[in-house]
């Protein structure tokens, strides 16, 4: 199909849910992506941070072919030794001791909410149900997930939403300890960096005040670390960066390398909270989802942290000088760019027209480039960026 063709099939049969650029991406080496006319694209996105190792990786996609071609899903109701491997790196590489394995950020947010409330059933009885989440958060899509979402225009239309969600405000001790006062709360959630709203990242300070006064009372620290998981901000998770432990972490986006999958990881002390019959999906823990997860965990080592912190900072320099920039934020990969009078939308869309994919959240410019793009790649996407903030 031509990409006029494409572009009517889409728009005629799919919920238009999605403002698409005006690109029929086709296929990729590494950061450079082409479209179905041979046009080369700079990719800043990696999917919104899920191409962790790029397109077209040999070693990820060694891993995921040896998987299919020998079965390509059990369902949960037998073992399976590529399922059991990724589940084992999970843990050990997070310092976490049980994983629920599924197929999204927003299913792995849904579970540590379950997790949660059950947990402080299990413990306390009925009445400790409430997670306080953080305003400008972001967790997911569905029902529970976007409640737990602070940001007002995620609660419009789809009431009624769910009960037990309260908003404290980053850095703000004080309001959190009012909203946990009547006793009611079992949970606090949070994103080490927000990525949706903006590529902000939370105080280490208010987050070790959060930590200690979680554990003061008996909350469960949940880090939502979909975004910022699985090495894109220079450390395995964001968390470690803080010097926190939580209790519960969760992650989807980069930990599939491109195929659908999300964990939600806990502490040993809750590790046997969802029994049988309490959680499941049917797909979760997909056996090629994760022949690809343990490719990533494997290969994600010291040397290759090292080097996205490196490649984050070469960006962050270059990007600090260019004409209408106010600001460059973010860790590692993970990059937000405030500008002084150009509306990031209007960026992102001249952008693309000239060869660079890039992101925006809220008002920012997000970049959440493949973790292995070469600096050649780096130079040549910045060269458009540049160009197009000097227009
Ligand atoms: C993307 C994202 C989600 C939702 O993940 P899906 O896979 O789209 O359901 C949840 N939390 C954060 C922090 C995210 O960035």
């Known amino acids: 199909m031509t990409f006029e063709e494409i572009k009517q099939t889409a728009d005629t049969y799919l919920m238009p849910t999605y403002a698409h650029f005006p690109v029929a991406l086709d296929r990729g080496e590494n950061a450079t992506y082409f479209d179905v006319d041979g046009k080369p694209y700079i990719d800043f996105t990696a999917g919104i941070g899920v191409n962790v190792f790029g397109a077209n990786d040999e070693g990820w996609k060694a891993a995921v072919t040896a998987q299919l071609n020998k079965l390509q899903h059990t369902s949960n109701l037998y073992y399976n030794e590529t399922v059991a491997r990724a ?43 409430t997670i306080i989440s953080l305003q400008n958060s972001f967790h997911g899509r569905t029902i529970a997930t976007i409640t737990a979402t602070g940001q007002a225009h995620y609660h419009e239309y789809f009431m ?6 309260r908003y404290a405000q980053a850095g703000d001790m004080a309001l959190l300890k009012e909203l946990a006062a009547d006793k009611t709360v079992c949970a606090v959630l949070v994103e080490v960096i927000q990525g949706e709203g903006g590529v902000i990242a939370l105080d280490p300070g208010y987050l070790r005040a959060v930590r200690r006064f979680c554990t003061e009372n008996d909350l469960l620290l949940m880090a939502d670390e979909v975004q910022t998981g699985i090495g894109r901000t220079g450390s395995l998770f964001a968390f470690q960066n803080a ?21 939600c990881l806990c502490t040993e002390a809750l590790g046997g909270t969802l029994t049988a019959g309490t959680h499941g999906t049917t797909f979760g823990g997909n056996p090629v989802a994760c022949a690809g997860a343990a490719e990533i965990l ?49 960026v992102a869309a001249r952008c693309c027209e ?38």
Do not use: W
Not at 369 to 385: F, H, K, N, S
């Open 87 to 129: 589940a084992k790196l999970l843990c050990e590489r997070s310092g976490f001791s049980k994983v629920l394995l599924c197929n999204s950020g927003a299913e792995a947010n849904e579970c540590a909410i379950k997790l949660a409330r059950k947990a402080s059933f299990d413990r306390f009885g009925e009445g400790r149900s």
């Open 160 to 165: 009624p939403f769910l009960q037990g969600f």
């Open 243 to 263: 010097g926190i432990m939580p209790d519960v972490v969760t992650c989807a986006k980069g930990i599939g390398g491109g195929l659908p999958m999300g964990a």
């Open 298 to 346: 494997n290969r994600i080592d010291d040397a290759f942290l090292r080097a996205v912190r490196e490649k984050g900072a070469y960006i962050r320099d270059k990007v600090a000088g260019f004409t209408g920039v106010k600001d460059v934020h973010g860790a590692g990969l993970m990059l937000g760019v405030d500008l002084a009078e150009k509306k990031a939308a209007d």
């Open 354 to 391: 000239k060869g660079l994919l890039i992101l925006t959240a809220k008002a920012a410019l997000r970049m959440l480039p493949p973790l292995t793009i070469t600096y050649d790649e780096i130079d040549r996407g910045l060269a458009v960026l540049a160009e197009v903030l000097a227009e």
